[in-house]
């Protein structure tokens, strides 16, 4: 995960917050406000949960709402590692950046956003057509969802984290790292 920043018609910025599955390249979600501090994106990553599961990792940066103690608590009840990138080195969440790159090019510059309501229904316009119309060179022609849709029995096989029994396992448990 990692955020974009952008401004509004107005001269108001506003910041997303991007999440994407380094397996299947999808963009889970796209949360869009003026601010979206610690608690923002644990309750982000929660409303996920019960869509899509949680990952054992997540990769960051070192920014305040990763490194903070909301987001570290959150984390710790839940069991998810917080793997944050070395300072300077963005090349680490080399996967979540070049999807900040392309939606920059294609939706951020290619909008004038009225508003922060315009801001969202644009964004996540953008964010399905990029998730299910737009091939991927890297899943050979496929779109982010067909490549989930084709890899999730694949998924089911994934081992247990060592900690767990396999009759222990749940559904949330054999999602992919975002």
């Known amino acids: ?18 999440i994407v599955d380094d397996f299947t390249r999808e963009c889970v979600a796209i949360e869009v406000d003026r601010s ?3 608690l923002r994106v ?45 300072p300077g080195k963005p090349i680490e969440n080399a996967y979540v950046e070049s999807f900040n790159g392309k939606f920059r090019d294609e939706c951020l510059n290619e ?6 309501v ?3 229904a644009a964004i996540e316009t953008w ?15 496929a779109t982010p969802d067909q490549f989930a849709r ?11 984290r060592p900690d767990q029994k396999d009759e222990d396992r749940k559904p949330e448990d054999l999602t992919l790292s975002v």
């Open 36 to 38: 979206l501090p610690g």
């Open 127 to 141: 964010r399905v057509d990029y998730n299910t119309v737009r091939p991927h060179s890297s899943l050979n022609g």
């Open 118 to 120: 315009d801001a969202k």
């Open 42 to 86: 644990a309750r982000v990553l929660d409303r996920l949960h019960g869509t899509t599961g949680l990952p054992q990792s997540i990769v960051v940066d070192n920014g305040p709402e990763f490194a903070g103690r909301t987001l570290d608590a959150w984390a710790y009840a839940r069991g998810v590692t917080l793997r944050f990138i070395r």
């Open 1 to 18: 995960m990692d955020f974009t920043v952008d401004t509004l018609a107005d001269g108001r910025g506003f910041r997303t917050l991007n």
């Open 150 to 160: 084709v890899t999730e029995g694949a998924r089911r096989l994934l081992p247990a």
């Open 111 to 116: 909008h004038w956003f009225v508003s922060l």
